[in-house]
């Protein structure tokens, strides 16, 4: 077997167990993935200590990079939170969503998903997708229909509906950032802080350079007088907060509320 | 920036010429290592059937002269049935094929071992069955001959590194699922908290029977149809558990079967039906092409059973119509008073 060369290639019960706790939930928040690690070892190995989390999915990775995917950790748009999922490490094109949608489904989701790019705001309402409904491939659609698939996008974590408007899901973006980059580069806006793929953010409005919600907080944390990092005119949009787990879960909340911004400024 | 219209439009042009040739290549990622080696000798031996006619892609085309030239070695290896254990220099080749072949066979056939192990764990992700159909066209069906091995290689991989056994949950439909060896708690394992019908498990074929049979079924009907399966009423199954309980005691408490005595039945016999929480969480049509999908045909094959679903389905449309305009007037007239 390809795997049992690997240097760290020791997966035992603990490991698998956590694989397939992460996969049935498809993607979770960082706190969520910690408390599910200890809940690992809780069951299987009392007495071993708990690995670092991020020497735990290092590990994990190590073994599962022959098959070509990954536990990948990413950072949600609207309010920086850190979460991870099981994604392919491929560049074809929405290859996980392939065995599960119809050609016409799929055909929807690219539709969606090149209306959201060219969007300003990274959201794409929804009469605009519908709207394209007609030009898709594969058996023809109804509108009615295409709702209730929007509907199942959202409900598997590609698309996040907010307002009557969809974005691409935290999951989404970590699992298709490659083929995206590489399908559409004229399209795609990146953040001129991390330079990852941008689907909702803050813009100058002189340069037009774009930055991540959470990139903002980070890099202007604690500034008073905020400029922009590239032409210095001062940056108009207000400053999000840097998200801080500690703070949430000290709440007293079992599920931290989301307060997100919406990215309307620019 | 918002970009000019113009420039928008010839990014979209150029991206549906993109896509379309995405869609008829495999993954180009990955065949290319097969595929952009050319067999240096000519094969002698082709593969079963007629060699590949003006393929989409030139790729696939490929990385097919690739496996006909070690055909021979192919066969001797199914026939000596070391399979996945052998590792790639141990494997027997009668063939007189150059190494670099062999290793883009193996290339070939480790990049189809995960693409098909992912398809397995996206299905066990969404907690549906897979069927044998279904695999065959993920790893392509030109590589029929070579899916035995695939598939021990694919369970291999799944057990040692995910802890998940692949399990055949119908053998008259060659319907599989992924089963933990683990035994995961259900509260840690279910996001849904369980609300959601589950597509992996005996639920769904049950459903359909009693539909395709008229809405309802006698038990005895029910124990023929199961019995075919190869679940039997005295006897543990080695998924489902005890096959009695589940269907007269558990799924008819989870509200998604009813068992009742037949109407005005001496001596008393019972019946099958779908119970609310199956209307609530499926429907006809979804059932139907479940069932169509299992068994690989259209769900218009059933003529009868789909018009009846289409009029589900209508009435489904008009139920919900009629919601939203309540709820907009109720909202409206609210307004009013105020």
Redesign the interface.
């Known amino acids: 077997?390809?795997?049992s060369s690997r240097r760290t290639g020791t997966?035992t019960?603990v490991h698998?167990?956590f694989?397939?706790?992460l996969?049935?939930?498809?993607v979770l928040e960082e706190w969520e993935v910690k408390r599910l690690q200890k809940?690992c070892y809780k069951v299987h190995d009392c007495n071993a200590p708990v690995e670092k989390l991020e020497d735990f999915i290092h590990n994990i990775n190590s073994?599962?990079e022959?098959?070509?995917?990954e536990i990948k950790k990413g950072v949600t748009e609207d309010d920086g939170r850190p979460i991870y999922a099981?994604v392919?490490l491929?560049?074809?094109?929405i290859?996980?969503m392939a065995?599960?949608f119809a050609e016409n489904e799929l055909d929807l989701f690219?539709k969606a998903l090149?209306l959201i790019i060219?969007s300003?705001t990274g959201f794409a309402s929804s009469t605009n997708i519908l709207n394209v409904v007609d030009q898709l491939k594969g058996k023809k659609m109804r509108k009615?229909e295409a709702e209730q698939v929007l509907q199942k996008f959202v409900q598997?974590k590609w698309l996040i509906e907010k307002e009557g408007e969809f974005t691409l899901h935290t999951r989404a973006i970590l699992e298709m950032e490659q083929h995206i980059r590489e399908?559409?580069p004229?399209?795609v806006k990146i953040c001129n802080i991390c330079h990852g793929l941008l689907i909702q953010g803050q813009s100058c409005e002189t340069c037009?350079i774009r930055m991540h919600l959470p990139c903002v907080a980070k890099y202007f944390q604690s500034n008073s007088e905020p400029r922009c990092p590239n032409c210095n005119d001062y940056w108009p949009h207000e400053i999000p907060e840097v998200f801080d787990p500690e703070k949430e879960r000290g709440a007293g909340l079992s599920k931290p509320s989301r307060k997100s911004l919406r990215p309307r400024q620019h | 920036?918002?970009?000019g219209k113009k420039?928008?439009l010839r990014?979209?042009e150029?991206?549906h010429h993109?896509?379309q040739s995405?869609?008829q290549g495999h993954?180009?990622?990955?065949t290319t290592t097969a595929g952009e080696e050319e067999s240096p000798s000519s094969p002698s031996l082709t593969l079963e059937g007629s060699p590949p006619s003006s393929p989409a892609a030139g790729t696939p085309q490929q990385s097919q002269r690739g496996l006909a030239s070690n055909s021979a070695a192919t066969t001797s290896c199914e026939s000596s049935g070391e399979g996945a254990k052998s590792q790639r220099k141990e494997r027997p080749s009668s063939s007189q094929a150059p190494p670099s072949s062999e290793s883009s066979r193996e290339d070939l056939l480790?990049n189809k071992v995960?693409m098909l192990?992912?398809?397995l764990?996206?299905?066990?992700?969404?907690?549906e069955p897979i069927t044998k159909e279904?695999m065959l066209k993920?790893i392509n069906k030109r590589y029929k001959a070579h899916f035995p091995e695939i598939l021990q290689r694919a369970s291999?991989?799944l057990e040692?590194?995910?802890?998940?056994d692949l399990k055949e949950v119908d053998p008259s439909r060659h319907c599989y699922i992924l089963v933990?060896?683990?035994d995961?708690h259900n509260e840690?394992?279910?996001?849904d908290g369980g609300m959601v019908l589950p597509k992996n498990g005996l639920l769904m074929p049950l459903l359909g029977m009693i539909f395709l049979n008229g809405n309802r079924a006698t038990e005895e009907e029910m124990w023929e149809f199961l019995n075919m399966m190869g679940v039997y009423a005295e006897r543990r199954h080695f998924i489902f558990g005890e096959p009695r309980k589940l269907i007269t005691v558990d799924l008819v408490q989870q509200k998604f079967l009813e068992y009742r005595q037949v109407p005005h039945s001496d001596p008393p016999r019972y019946e099958f039906l779908w119970g609310p929480k199956a209307y609530a969480e499926t429907s006809k049509m979804k059932v139907l092409e479940f069932w169509a999908k299992i068994n690989n045909i259209l769900p218009t094959s059933f003529q009868t059973q789909y018009k009846e679903a289409l009029r589900d389905e209508e009435e489904r449309?008009r139920v919900r119509a009629a919601a939203r305009a309540h709820s907009r007037a109720m909202t409206s007239s609210s307004c009013q008073q105020r």
Request: net charge positive; hydrophobic share 35%.
């Open positions: 077997m390809q795997g997966m019960d698998r167990r694989l397939q706790l996969m049935t939930h498809g809940h073994v599962l022959s098959l070509y995917i099981l392919n491929a560049t074809t094109a290859s996980k065995s599960d690219r090149e060219d300003e009615k598997n399908t559409y004229d399209a037009g | 920036m918002p970009r420039s928008k990014a979209r150029k991206r993109q896509a995405e869609d993954r180009i990622a990955h480790s995960s192990v992912k398809a764990l996206y299905k066990y992700e969404m907690k279904e993920v291999e991989r040692l590194t995910f802890g998940l933990s060896k683990l995961l840690e394992s279910r996001s449309a």
